[in-house]
T-cell receptor, first 113, second 112 residues
Framework: EPEVTQTPSHQVTQMGQEVILRCVPISNHLYFYWYRQILGQKVEFLVSFYNNEISEKSEIFDDQFSVERPDGSNFTLKIRSTKLEDSAMYFC???????????FGPGTRLTVT | LAKTTQPISMDSYEGQEVNITCSHNNIATNDYITWYQQFPSQGPRFIIQGYKTKVTNEVASLFIPADRKSSTLSLPRVSLSDTAVYYCLVGDHGTGGFKTIFGAGTRLFVKA
């Protein structure tokens, strides 16, 4: 069964550093998403991406965040200057065209020290 | 996006049927209702989605009354491994994607 993969599984970084989280969505999916979940809290939508551009983003997704699909398989989330409060689990998801049925990856645990 | 309200937590025993109800009074005409399951330290997993009446798959059933202001996820004969958080989401497809807003969910605890 096809699945979304994410790397790394755990990333530790110092405050102010840039991090790139990587995702490989399911190959025939067209919509891609990033979410985050702070420990013990709910899943928060960050951004959705379609046709090589952002289609929706939340207020969390400020100028410190960016997304990119650098090639035909990867989808990345970059945080330019990490803050302590960026520590969270980051989930990538993908879906077929215009369907709410999203498939989530296993997540990357980001720890900012 | 329509706001959803679910019970914060529920307890059940193995082998029982569990029904989790979600209220979404402000659901719009184009909105679908989708349920996800999340285990600790894992990403949410799609369970079922519906628009009206009843939908059933190998995992669960989803009951949606005619006014669509609520929905009920039914899990038949739960096991210990069904202990998880269950999220009800309501929204439409949008023009370029699906902005998915998760609420706090219902924490289901299945006991032996």
């Amino acid at each position: 069964e096809p699945e979304v993969t994410q790397t790394p599984s755990h990333q530790v970084t110092q405050m102010g550093q840039e991090v790139i989280l990587r995702c490989v969505p399911i190959s025939n999916h067209l919509y891609f998403y990033w979410y985050r979940q702070i420990l013990g809290q709910k899943v928060e939508f960050l951004v959705s991406f379609y046709n090589n551009e952002i289609s929706e983003k939340s207020e969390i997704f400020d100028d410190q965040f960016s997304v990119e699909r650098p090639d035909g398989s990867n989808f990345t989330l970059k945080i330019r200057s990490t803050k302590l409060e960026d520590s969270a689990m980051y989930f990538c998801a993908s879906s077929e065209a215009r369907r709410p049925e999203q498939y989530f990856g296993p997540g990357t645990r980001l720890t900012v020290t | 996006l329509a706001k959803t309200t679910q019970p914060i937590s529920m307890d059940s025993y193995e082998g029982q049927e569990v029904n989790i109800t979600c209220s979404h009074n402000n659901i719009a005409t184009n909105d679908y209702i989708t349920w996800y399951q999340q285990f600790p330290s894992q990403g949410p997993r799609f369970i079922i989605q519906g628009y009206k009446t009843k939908v059933t798959n190998e995992v669960a059933s989803l009951f949606i009354p005619a006014d669509r202001k609520s929905s009920t996820l039914s899990l038949p004969r739960v096991s210990l491994s069904d202990t998880a958080v269950y999220y009800c989401l309501v929204g439409d497809h949008g023009t370029g994607g699906f902005k998915t807003i998760f609420g706090a969910g219902t924490r289901l605890f299945v006991k032996a």
